[in-house]
Each structure stands twice: as C-alpha cells, then as structure tokens.
C-alpha cells in the first residue's frame, strides 16, 4: 500500500514539472524556473507532510 505521504509527493512532483514546462514557454530567466520547479515539486510537498505529520 503507498503512504499519503508518497501520494502527495507523487502529486507536487507532477504539477511541478507541468508548471516548469509552462515557465520554460513564458519566461528565459533560468533562476525563476528553477524556483518553480523546486518550490512546487520539492518544498511544497515536504512543508505539507512536515505539517500533517505533527498533527497527528
């Protein structure tokens, strides 16, 4: 069985690889990018499971 935590991984990771994907086609600065695709795919979903986890 996969954890609720792996969903919302799996999830933040695919909306921040399409948003990365819709960056790359609006904007050529590199560094905003990047931040797309790590805030949304990596820190978002740790944040969120961070937080889930204390609660309960």
């Not at 790359?24 to 990047?34: R, Y």
């Amino acid at each position: 069985m996969v954890s609720r935590q792996t969903k919302t991984t799996l999830a933040f990771v695919v909306l921040g690889t399409l948003l990365w994907l819709v960056t790359i086609a609006l904007t050529d600065v590199q560094w905003i990018q990047w931040a797309v695709l790590i805030g949304v795919g990596v820190l978002a979903p740790t944040v969120l499971n961070e937080r889930t986890a204390q609660r309960g």
